[in-house]
């Protein structure tokens, strides 16, 4: 008995110290500041697959930009889209755009494609600089010059940026909103203090002739999910110093969450499969921590039930409640940065849910599983 108190105590404090930790040192990241100081060649390329509801509206958001428009160009690469996507770019007529098709059109079946359709991209982008979206996403008009500046400012080699879930109903949406916030808050943090370098291909900027030196996604362009992290990784692992957060609000971008449960984990575990590759000491630590944490917790509440050893039961709640709080001062300063102290009222409704996902998460992304993406076996 006394061991099991002692566990669920243990863990929940460093789990305290833990999150405390994140927070505090991302309230000491600056706000990026804009400035008019660069204006280089920018490229923004998009990986598009089946995106013919979302595609229009991203290329309209990235075209309009408050940026001289003789310096920068909108790239889409169709991924072997089967549905309308390629037959509605070729109606954009702007002379900044282009548009590209990745093998032939629905017959070829390539694994990991995402990757090589940004390096395609890419071996055809003007730009110096490379900036990557998602093709279901809304970027802000100052978006080029928010990254740009913060890329050539302090002579990084990449850039990642924030990005949040669209609000819409439901409690799904809610959940994803708030783990998106601490998510990029929790990353940020990561990158600026050099322990993990985690982030968002939904928001990156690099420069093109370092992608080039570094063989792009080489080595890794087979795994289905890490078309940021890898070229991250490869960054790091030749200067930590080359990779910031851009701590900016223009530099937000806008993404739209999973509409069902299935497609939510199947999203989530073709994230998790790219961990096994990136896995480092201490992002195992962290990440043991917040798992056995929640188990511990969940333990010791059957093990005092079973046995009327309420004691355990007092301090399982206990620690319970105190990560509840914790965890809601993350979500607090993560809601102040994205505008969005609306979200704070699930931040302890959701916690619960949040365990349950983040443990069954866990255990299914090390079985075979046969996943899909966008109606794509990975």
Not at 9 to 25: D, H, M, P, Q
Not at 191 to 201: A, R, S, V
Not at 255 to 267: C, E, G, I, R
Request: charged fraction near 20%; aromatic fraction near 12%; include cysteine.
């Amino acid at each position: 008995m006394n061991y099991l108190i002692t566990i669920t105590a243990g863990l929940t404090f460093f789990y305290i110290i833990l999150i405390l930790y994140y927070v505090i040192k991302w309230r000491k990241i600056p706000l990026s500041e804009l400035s008019t100081t660069h204006s280089p060649k920018v490229s923004i390329i998009i990986a598009a697959r089946n995106e013919e509801q979302h595609i229009l509206s991203c290329v309209e958001s990235c075209l309009n930009q408050n940026y001289p428009s003789s310096l920068f160009e909108v790239i889409v690469v169709d991924d072997q889209s089967e549905d309308d996507t390629y037959s509605l770019l070729e109606n954009i007529k702007d002379p900044k755009f282009k548009l590209m098709r990745l093998g032939v059109w629905k017959r070829t079946t390539i694994q990991g494609s995402k990757k090589k359709a940004i390096a395609y991209g890419v071996s055809h982008a003007n730009g110096d600089i490379i900036l990557t979206t998602d093709a279901d996403c809304i970027v802000k008009e100052n978006w080029i010059h928010s990254m740009t500046d913060k890329l050539l400012r302090e002579n990084l080699d990449m850039v990642t940026g924030p990005v949040q879930i669209k609000s819409e109903k439901g409690f799904l949406n809610k959940f994803q909103i708030l783990d998106f916030m601490s998510s990029c808050l929790m990353n940020a943090v990561g990158i600026q203090t050099k322990i993990h370098f985690l982030g968002n291909g939904a928001n990156l900027a690099f420069k093109k002739n370092v992608f080039i030196e570094l063989m792009g996604f080489e080595g890794n362009e087979n795994i289905a999910s890490g078309d940021d992290v890898f070229m991250m990784r490869k960054i790091a692992n030749r200067s930590k110093d080359k990779i910031q957060f851009n701590k900016s609000k223009e530099a937000i971008v806008t993404t739209l969450a999973m509409p069902t449960l299935k497609s939510f984990y199947s999203q989530r575990l073709r994230w998790a499969g790219k961990m096994k590759y990136l896995f480092s000491f201490t992002l195992g630590l962290i990440l043991n921590i917040v798992f056995w944490q929640r188990i511990s917790i969940f333990i010791s509440i059957i093990f005092g039930l079973l046995f009327h050893q309420y004691i355990i039961i007092y301090v399982a709640v206990g620690c319970l409640v105190l990560r509840w709080l914790i965890d809601f001062i993350l979500h607090y300063h993560a809601a102040l940065f994205f505008d969005n102290k609306k979200i704070l009222n699930y931040s302890i409704p959701l916690n619960t849910f949040f365990s349950l996902y983040f443990v069954s998460l866990a255990i299914l992304s090390w079985l075979p599983l046969n996943l899909e993406w966008k109606d794509r076996k990975i």
